[in-house]
């Protein structure tokens, strides 16, 4: 069964840090992976999606990694802001199947 | 801008009560989800569908069904709410290869 682990489970960094966060999973036959952001009391919102047969994905200041052979991702956020406060969620969808498995998550905050 | 819309944000329900929480979303998408989140247990799977009608189980579907009568709706039943179904639920939709869209939550209590 696949299992997500996010760690660590909360991170607080003063605004301007590069920062690395950090999902790993233990079943390397996936489809793909995707990040998500989730503010308090709202719904998830996608960040970056990245196919098995990818090493990354670029979005603005948020870069993704995926090394599948090790079951690891990464999830770089350069020049962090207070913006940026939410928790993090990594999530695979294994081949074969339609479903997600989630991570618990990574509850960041940028203090101004 | 393609949605997923939950009918309600905030709802209260008492004990025994039958509950219907509705999604709808806009993009044509095949599968639709229904997730519930909990401090310290992450999001938990409850029922997914991949076509009108078809519907399948996921981590923890007891105490819950699901209808999908057309492609766009997702509904998730409570047949008799219990105070263990407090929780916040989420839909959220997909389709191959595409990413899943969420919608903005259903914060229900059960009183």
């Known amino acids: 069964k696949q299992e997500v682990t996010q760690i660590p489970a909360a991170l607080s960094v003063p605004e301007g840090e590069n920062l690395v966060l950090n999902c790993s999973f233990t079943?390397?036959?996936?489809?793909?992976l995707q990040w998500f952001r989730q503010d308090p009391g709202k719904g998830l919102t996608s960040l970056l999606l990245i196919q098995s047969s990818q090493r990354e994905q670029t979005s603005g200041r948020l870069n993704a990694s995926l090394d599948k052979s090790s079951g690891r991702s990464t999830l770089y956020i350069a020049a962090s802001q207070p913006g940026d406060s939410a928790t993090y969620l990594c999530a695979v969808r294994q081949g074969g199947s339609e479903k997600l498995v989630f991570g618990k998550g990574t509850k960041l905050t940028v203090n101004p | 801008d393609v949605k997923v819309t939950q009918s309600s944000r905030y709802l209260v329900k008492r004990t025994g009560e039958k509950v219907f929480l509705e999604c709808v979303q806009d993009m044509d998408h095949e599968n639709m989800f229904w997730y519930r989140q909990d401090p310290g247990l992450g999001l938990r799977l409850i029922y997914f569908s991949y076509d009108v009608k078809m519907k399948e189980k996921g981590d923890i579907p007891e105490g819950y069904s699901v209808s999908r009568e057309k492609k766009e709706r997702f509904s998730l039943i409570l047949e008799s709410a219990s105070t263990n179904q407090t929780s916040m639920y989420l839909c959220a939709s997909s389709s191959l290869g595409v990413r899943y869209t969420f919608g903005s939550g259903t914060r229900l209590t059960v009183v």
């Open positions: 079943d390397s036959a996936i489809y793909n």
